[in-house]
C-alpha cells in the first residue's frame, strides 16, 4: 500500500516564476493538506481540501497560492511568480475518511528560489 | 493567539537510556493530540496519538502521557537508540476542520 506521493522532491525555480507541487494521497483517503516548513521550525497549516473543494484555506497567503485536489488525478499546490520567501519544504498529508484526524505525511518537496 | 510550544529546542542522550520530550499547548479546546518523528530530509513520521479523554497511551517503546490540568504532553522513549535520532513534534488538532498545529520540534540525538 503505496504512502503519500508527492513529486517533483526537489524544485528550483528564478524568481518570477510558477511551481507546482503535487501529491497523490494513500489509496482510500479523501482528504488532503498541505503544510509549509522552514529549516529548523515547525510545520505551518496551508490549506485543507477534500475532493473537488477547499475546506480551510485560512493559512494560505492571499495572493499567489492556490490549491486545489480535482475529482481526478492528484492535489496541486500553485505558487505563481515565486519570491525567496518562498523557500521552504512543502508536505502534503493525507487521511482516511472515517479518521480524519490522522494525517499520514508525504516525503516533501523541497522548492528552491534563485 | 493559540500555539504549540516546546520546552526544549534539543535533548543528547546516551543509547540506552530513556528520552523524555516534553510539549505545552495553549488551546483548552484541542481534543486530540499527535507526536510524529522527522528524519532529515524526510516527511513526519506518525509516532502516537491520544485524546483528550485519556491521560495516558503506550505503544512499542513510547509512551505519550497528557496532563489536561497544565495543558503539558510528554512522550517518553524507552531504551533510545540510535535509530530514534530525528526531530520530534507534537501536534494538536484545533477541532477547526481538522488541521493539526504543530510545535517547533525538539531535536533528539542519541549518543552511541
Known amino acids: 500500500n503505496a504512502g503519500v506521493m508527492q513529486n517533483p522532491r526537489h524544485l528550483v525555480r528564478r524568481r518570477g516564476q510558477e511551481a507546482r507541487l503535487r501529491c497523490s494521497p494513500m489509496?482510500?483517503?479523501?482528504?488532503v493538506y498541505w503544510y509549509r516548513q522552514l529549516p529548523e521550525e515547525g510545520l505551518k497549516f496551508m490549506v485543507y481540501l477534500q475532493k473537488e473543494n477547499i475546506i480551510d484555506e485560512s493559512g494560505m497567503p492571499k495572493e499567489r497560492f492556490s490549491a486545489e485536489f480535482p475529482k481526478e488525478g492528484p492535489s496541486i499546490l500553485r505558487i505563481q511568480q515565486v519570491v525567496r520567501g518562498d523557500s521552504a519544504a512543502y508536505f502534503c498529508a493525507s487521511s482516511p475518511p472515517r479518521q480524519q484526524e490522522t494525517q499520514y505525511f508525504g516525503p516533501g518537496t523541497r522548492l528552491l528560489v534563485l | 493567539g493559540e500555539s504549540v510550544g516546546l520546552h526544549l529546542p534539543t535533548l543528547s542522550v546516551q543509547e540506552g537510556d530513556n528520552s523524555i520530550i516534553n510539549c505545552a499547548y495553549s488551546?483548552?479546546?484541542?481534543?486530540?493530540f499527535i507526536w510524529y518523528k522527522q528524519e532529515s530530509g524526510k516527511g513526519p513520521q506518525f509516532i502516537i496519538d491520544?485524546?483528550?479523554?485519556?491521560d495516558k497511551r503506550q505503544g512499542q517503546r513510547v509512551t505519550v502521557l497528557l496532563n489536561k490540568t497544565v495543558k503539558h504532553l510528554s512522550l517518553q522513549i524507552a531504551a533510545t537508540q540510535p535509530g530514534d535520532s530525528a526531530v520530534y513534534f507534537c501536534a494538536e488538532n484545533s477541532g477547526n476542520n481538522n488541521d493539526m498545529r504543530f510545535g517547533a520540534g525538539t531535536r533528539l540525538t542519541v549518543k552511541p
Open positions: 489509496k482510500g483517503h479523501s482528504h
Open positions: 491520544i485524546r483528550s479523554n485519556m
Open positions: 488551546n483548552s479546546a484541542s481534543d486530540y
